[in-house]
């Protein structure tokens, strides 16, 4: 039996409740202020989404907002996979919502009897995503990194993802023990020859599902923040037009490489246009929209994570 709009509509109320609950972390009271229903009104809706089963430990129900921003993205950006999550207002997180469902992809790969190669960059949020994750025994899948895991000071990253998920699952994994940018032209082409980075690089070539972190490219980049840049070298790739970081990569505003002397010395797995295989950027926030929006219009990735605003932001972005 078909629901009437407003029986819709509620279920909708219902679910965003949910959602804030469960997985933002807000108090009945915080929810009822932000939709904007009396605290009464909150709890029963969030009975109502664990009654009609819209919730179990993440949210079911297909939010009809998240639902539509992701498909008017996968048309604008002919993408393969697209996943909006809610957006809360007032929190602070920069990952909340997004980490969960690049959880749920991960899972579904790694729960799949076929073997699969997955690639995958670094960064908080994927970092995130993995850190939620319940232990699975997937020998029969192949974890590969796309970029190097080392600082400057040979330190290992913080943010490593492929190191903390092979511990998880008990599969295969292949890091990339370089630095991210090494300090010489001669010095990544040393690198890049070793056999071990090569067999890496051409394994990560062939993934079946690839996850990037979406960097921006301003006083807070990621590539800065955690020293892997200077300064100098920041503002330099800045006045070039860089504002998108992929996997130590940098592109413009249109998606396209930036060239500088930095880019001679990256050590990662070469990003080029995305193909038939989900290449799937994981990001969200204000400061991300231009970098998202420039990985989107260069074709660097055809399938995206990230929440409600972050989306239709990017989506008024792209707008004739």
């Not at 996979?81 to 207002?89: A, G, R």
């Amino acid at each position: 039996m078909a629901l009437t709009d407003a029986e819709r509509s509620r279920l909708d109320l219902a679910a965003r409740a949910g959602w804030l609950y469960f997985i933002g972390g807000n108090t009945q009271e915080e929810i009822a202020r932000k939709l904007k229903v009396s605290r009464p009104t909150a709890q029963r809706l969030v009975s109502l989404a664990l009654s009609e089963r819209l919730i179990t430990f993440r949210l079911e129900h297909p939010i009809a907002a998240c639902m539509q921003l992701a498909k008017e993205l996968t048309e604008r950006f002919k993408l393969t996979l697209c996943d909006v999550v809610p957006t809360d207002p007032s929190s602070a997180s920069s990952v909340v919502g997004v980490a969960e469902a690049t959880t749920v992809i991960l899972e579904q790969y790694l729960n799949d009897s076929r073997p699969a190669v997955i690639a995958l960059g670094t960064g908080r949020t994927l970092r995130a995503a993995v850190d939620q994750m319940a232990r699975i025994t997937s020998p029969n899948h192949r974890l590969v990194s796309l970029v190097g895991n080392i600082s400057p000071d040979g330190a290992a990253s913080f943010f490593d993802v492929l190191t903390r998920l092979a511990d998880l699952t008990h599969a295969p994994h292949y890091p990339m023990l370089v630095p991210v940018i090494a300090k010489s032209n001669k010095e990544r082409d040393q690198f890049i020859s070793l056999g071990p980075i090569r067999n890496v690089r051409a394994l990560a070539a062939k993934a079946d599902l690839t996850l990037i972190g979406v960097g921006q490219m301003d006083k807070d980049a990621p590539l800065f923040v955690d020293g892997f840049l200077t300064k100098r070298e920041l503002d330099e790739v800045i006045k070039l037009g860089a504002v998108c970081d992929l996997t130590g990569w940098l592109f413009d505003a249109d998606g396209n490489l930036v060239r500088s002397a930095i880019t001679d010395r990256v050590t990662s797995v070469p990003r080029e246009p995305a193909k038939d295989r989900p290449v799937v950027g994981v990001a969200m926030g204000a400061s991300k929209i231009t970098a998202i929006h420039a990985a989107l219009k260069g074709r660097l990735i055809n399938g995206l994570i990230t929440n409600e605003s972050t989306a239709r932001a990017v989506l008024a972005k792209a707008a004739p």
